[in-house]
């Protein structure tokens, strides 16, 4: 939910990050990076979406939920027999980091789960937008 409620005045598509502002957690408040291979998506839906969202209807609406899925989501999974919400890609790209290698404290910064940091990973941890695209980089290598 929080990618189909991101607007593209959020999305810094040089600096190669997306910031999430609302999220159920202060910790979800995040910038998020944009892996180098997924960027010329980013690109292309920036280009393309009439509407202030990144991802909208042809219509140039917003696309919630429901909207998102029956569309697209649900299709995806039926081609391919699978049955998976699209929260699964979350927990698949968690383990994914921590199977690449992450640094655990790198994965949650990516993750929002900075809550879950040690007090030694929150007082002494600053980590730079590029640490997180590289972190986010191992899972998916151009």
């Not at 839906?45 to 042809?58: A, G, H, I, K, Q």
């Not at 007090?119 to 972190?135: A, K, N, P, S």
Request: glycine share 4%; with cysteine.
């Amino acid at each position: 939910s929080e990618f189909l409620d991101l607007k593209k005045e959020n999305v810094h598509l040089k600096e190669q990050y997306f910031d999430v502002v609302a999220a159920k957690t202060e910790n979800g408040v995040r910038k998020v990076p944009i892996a180098d291979k997924l960027l010329p998506f980013y690109e292309a839906w920036f280009e393309r979406s009439p509407c202030e969202y990144l991802l909208c209807t042809t219509e140039g609406q917003h696309l919630d939920y429901f909207n998102y899925c029956d569309t697209y989501w649900d299709p995806l999974m039926e081609e391919y027999d699978m049955k998976h919400t699209p929260h699964d890609t979350r927990h698949t790209c968690i383990s994914m980091m921590a199977d690449a290698g992450v640094a655990p404290t790198i994965q949650k910064k990516i993750a929002g789960h900075s809550g879950a940091m040690s007090l030694t990973e929150r007082v002494y941890t600053h980590l730079d937008i590029q640490t997180l695209i590289d972190g986010i980089n191992m899972i998916c290598p151009l």
